[in-house]
Structures are given as C-alpha cells and as structure tokens.
C-alpha cells in the first residue's frame, strides 16, 4: 500500500520529505493540506497529525509527523530501495545526524529569524540585524561540505536534503551573491541539487505560492 504523504506545496519541510519520497522512487499517494483554509485544524487531519502541521505520512497502520523524523524512517524502511540517503555505518549515520540536529536545533531557526516570516505578514522587514545569524549558519553549511564533500557524504542523504528545504527558503531575501562567499555551498547547490529530477519538479515547475506572499508582504511594506 503506497504511503499517504500530507504536505502543501509552499512548506518548506514538506518539500523535503516529497524530495525524498521522488528521489527514492517510493509509492506515495499525495495528499494536499489547504493551510490557507485551515483544513490543517479540522477534526479529519487532526487524526493525522494531531498537532495540526504538515508534512505528515501514514505508512499502513502507522502514522508520523515532523520532517527529519520522517525522513529517518522512510530511508530506514526503504532502505533496499537505495541504502545511501541513511547510511548503516554508525560513523556516516551520525554525520547526517548531526547535520540534522544542528539543523533543527539552530541553524534553521537564524534563517527563518532573518527572513522575519510570521513579522513579513504583520507589516515589519527583513531582519537585516539577523543577517550575521545567516553568515553563521551559512559558514556552518560550508565546513561539512568541506569535510564530508556533501552534508553527510559524497552521495545524497537525507541531510543534504533537509538542509536544502531551510536554505532555499534564502531565495526569498533575492540577496544577489549570497553564495559568493561559501564556495562549498555554491558547488553543492550546482552539482548535487540543481541536476536532481526532483529539484526541478519540486522546486522550479512548482510555483512557489508562500515565496509569492512573502514578496507581496515584504513589497507593501516597502511602498507604506
Ligand atoms: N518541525 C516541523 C515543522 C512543521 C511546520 O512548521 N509546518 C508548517 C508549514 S511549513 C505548518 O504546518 N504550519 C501550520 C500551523 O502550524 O498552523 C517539521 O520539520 O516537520
């Protein structure tokens, strides 16, 4: 029975676990989330993921939210479909763990704290004080491309992934150069990401609605 994936297209943890799902070739029926609407907060979803977020996945009788988590357990369960995106070895396991861990526990959040999201839609600005957070967590990024030659080795993984989703979400800022300096994360975007199949399906055929908003906000703020 394919996997029940509950996502919407303009979240950024969704389009990791889609990313994953596409690149591992598993069987997934999609399942779109209208946050607009609330259809997040409705009795129905609740019964998916009861803290009322997307993604989320059901996987038979079993159900899961929360992005890296996911991510865990599709690569692990199937895994003979392509064991490189968690590898076994406990040494090449705990890299991309700690690139998830850092991922979630800081470096996400300086990038989501700069871009303002929830002030953008409240009238306020870019963060440009945050901006040093960003360099940060950009510097982050470089040394464990540097040092595994990818966010968790040479092959893709499942950090290389979710790493991608929090620093996309950058695009956003249209800051010309913001690469220039973090040669590692410039090489890695063009040659690890950009050829992906699922980057172009996910990424640039899909019309990014929440990048559209945020413009919109950061746009009226700018003319008021
Ligand atoms: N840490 C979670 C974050 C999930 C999350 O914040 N999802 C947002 C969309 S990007 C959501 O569902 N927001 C609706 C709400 O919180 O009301 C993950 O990685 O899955």
Do not use: C
């Amino acid at each position: 029975m394919p996997i029940q994936f509950y996502y919407n297209a303009a979240s950024p943890p969704s389009r990791a676990v889609w990313m994953l799902l596409e690149e591992m070739g598993i069987e997934y029926e999609a399942h779109v989330v209208d946050l607009a609407s609330g259809e997040h907060k409705k009795a129905d979803y609740k019964k998916v993921n009861p803290l009322s977020q997307v993604p989320a996945i059901v996987d038979g009788n079993f159900k899961l939210w929360e992005s890296r988590a996911i991510l865990q357990y599709l690569a692990t369960e199937y895994r003979s479909k392509n064991p490189k995106f968690y590898p076994d070895d406990p040494k090449a396991r705990a890299i991309v763990d700690m690139v998830l861990y850092s991922d979630a526990s800081a470096y996400q959040s300086k990038i989501l704290s700069y871009l303002n999201i929830g002030g953008v839609f409240a009238g306020g600005d870019i963060m440009h004080d945050k901006f040093d957070g960003v360099k940060e967590a950009l510097k982050m990024y470089d040394t464990y491309i540097k040092e595994q030659k990818g966010m968790g080795g040479d092959h893709l993984t499942i950090a290389d992934i979710s790493a991608f989703n929090a620093l996309y979400m950058l695009s956003y800022a249209e800051k010309e150069g913001l690469f220039s300096e973090y040669p590692n994360v410039q090489a890695w975007f063009e040659k690890k990401i950009k050829p992906l199949k699922s980057y172009d399906k996910i990424y640039v055929q899909q019309e990014d609605g929440f990048k559209k908003l945020y413009l919109g906000a950061l746009a009226a703020t700018k003319n008021q």
